[in-house]
């Protein structure tokens, strides 16, 4: 039997860590932008695929390994960060203001969805997340590893759902703005290039500095 006490305190940790402006939230934001609502939630969905990934990694002990080999941690740590920033830098460079002229062709939702997947894959914060917490929820008193594991990725799931889609939708709103008004688009362009490279730096030096 699952301990409904802990599972209610595993919601509010998860809440509180997504509801940070972080790497996912910002390439959700970016994407709809990009592309609208569809690219937007694209995106939310490949992010919650990588949280599948990052709960059987989890689950199956690879998080455990990576405790043991530090070197392992550092490696995924710097090409997350560096992925993050190298997306953050061609925003920044980008002669558009996302994919807001007519005469872009915009990311398809397949490729918005593997590049969230990606996303979430690299990001630091969900490696130290799986580490330091997620463990710590998994009892052989409260029924079996795996079952607990499925219900604790339907509450991260479902945190992301909530979350990074009220980003896509007011996202999407603040796109048809920007679309009738191309200078306060390449503006956007800038901040959230700016962000998701802010994002990354920080992610990085904090996950680096706990090790």
């Known amino acids: 039997m699952i301990h409904y006490e802990q599972l209610w305190l595993f919601f509010a940790l998860v809440f509180g860590i997504i509801v940070l402006p972080g790497l996912d939230m910002a390439f959700v934001m970016g994407s709809t932008l990009a592309g609208g609502r569809s690219r937007g939630f694209a ?4 992010i919650i695929a990588g949280g599948v990934c990052h709960v059987l ?3 199956l002990g690879i998080s455990m390994l990576i405790r043991l080999i530090p070197g392992m941690f550092n490696a995924l740590l710097l090409a997350g960060a560096l992925y993050i ?3 953050g830098i061609s925003l920044m460079r980008s002669e558009s203001s996302f994919g807001l002229r007519p005469d872009i062709q915009p990311r398809s939702g397949a490729a918005t969805f ?4 990606l996303t979430c894959l690299l990001n630091p914060k969900a490696y130290l997340f ?11 008193e409260y029924g079996l590893i795996w079952l607990q594991a499925l219900v604790m990725w339907l509450i991260i799931a479902i ?3 909530c979350i990074y889609g009220s980003v896509a939708l007011m996202a999407d709103r603040a796109r048809h703005w920007l679309q009738r008004k191309p200078a306060s688009g390449m503006m956007a362009t800038r901040c959230v290039g700016g962000l998701l490279i802010a994002a990354a730096m920080f992610t990085g030096f904090e996950g680096w500095h706990r090790i």
Do not use: E, H, K
């Not at 995106?43 to 490949?46: F, H, K, Y």
């Not at 593997?114 to 997947?117: A, D, H, K, L, T």
């Open 130 to 140: 799986m580490l330091a917490i997620f463990p710590q929820f998994l009892r052989p």
């Open 43 to 46: 995106a939310v969905a490949g």
């Open 85 to 87: 920033a190298w997306i």
């Open 114 to 117: 593997r590049q969230g997947m």
């Open 57 to 59: 990694m989890t689950a």
């Open 159 to 161: 945190n992301q759902l």
